[in-house]
T-cell receptor, first 117, second 113 residues
Framework: AQKITQTQPGMFVQEKEAVTLDCTYDTSDQSYGLFWYKQPSSGEMIFLIY??????QNATEGRYSLNFQKARKSANLVISASQLGDSAMYFCAMRELPNQAGTALIFGKGTTLSVSS | DVKVTQSSRYLVKRTGEKVFLECVQD?????MFWYRQDPGLGLRLIYFSYDVKMKEKGDIPEGYSVSREKKERFSLILESASTNQTSMYLC????????????FGPGTRLTVL
């Protein structure tokens, strides 16, 4: 079974609009971390935002916020006021047992976001 | 800033060749990772290492091996390259700890003919 599910292969949005990229996850652990990365066409992976499973507040970083709904096991990324430079592929990722040395991130398949003027 | 470098951005090899992909990080991170990225499949973990000379298999280790002789360097080895190993290979590193994100290298796009 997939650990991280991103159901939207592609999303299209106009500049200055807000957009939500969906992510659901599957884990039986109580302690885990959720991450979002951006990958522009140049290929580099850029870390955007982190949410810990015990964090009570939704994480925010500038125009990015994470809508964390623990009971639903969802961790949607919200981008406010989209910009042309936001066009990229976005990956949701999870780390289980975060206190264990060497645990790797598990990634979803990604969502391609296209922002038009 | 953390810097993760990979030896090549683009590489073309022939079937059956032994291929080395090198990754170096400059932040003294204990943990290092190799992923491959394919369209529609996202990033899949090949191997990771949490210390020098230590390695763990990821989800798709078949056809690959790794070497970590020094803390800053993590090598991915394709013993006998095959066409189905044509892919983008991404190296990452991070410090231990719950909150630490993984820092990625620029990737190596490998084509096996």
């Amino acid at each position: 079974a997939q650990k991280i599910t991103q159901t939207q292969p592609g999303m299209f949005v106009q500049e200055k609009e807000a957009v939500t990229l969906d992510c659901t996850y599957d884990t039986s652990d109580q302690s885990y971390g959720l991450f979002w990365y951006k990958q522009p066409s140049s290929g580099e992976m850029i870390f955007l935002i982190y949410q810990g499973s015990y964090d009570e507040q939704n994480a925010t970083e500038g125009r990015y916020s994470l809508n964390f709904q623990k009971a639903r096991k969802s961790a949607n990324l919200v981008i406010s006021a989209s910009q042309l430079g936001d066009s990229a592929m976005y990956f949701c990722a999870m780390r289980e047992l975060p206190n264990q040395a060497g645990t790797a991130l598990i990634f979803g398949k990604g969502t391609t976001l296209s922002v038009s003027s | 800033d953390v810097k993760v470098t990979q030896s090549s951005r683009y590489l073309v090899k022939r079937t059956g060749e032994k291929v080395f992909l090198e990754c170096v990080q400059d932040m003294d991170h204990e943990n290092m990772f190799w992923y491959r990225q394919d369209p529609g499949l996202g990033l899949r973990l090949i191997y990771f290492s949490y210390d020098v000379k230590m390695k763990e298999k990821g989800d798709i280790p078949e056809g690959y091996s790794v070497s970590r002789e020094k803390k800053e360097r993590f090598s991915l080895i394709l013993e006998s390259a095959s066409t189905n190993q044509t892919s983008m290979y991404l190296c990452a590193s991070r410090a231990p700890g719950q909150y630490n994100e993984q820092f990625f290298g620029p990737g190596t796009r490998l084509t096996v003919l």
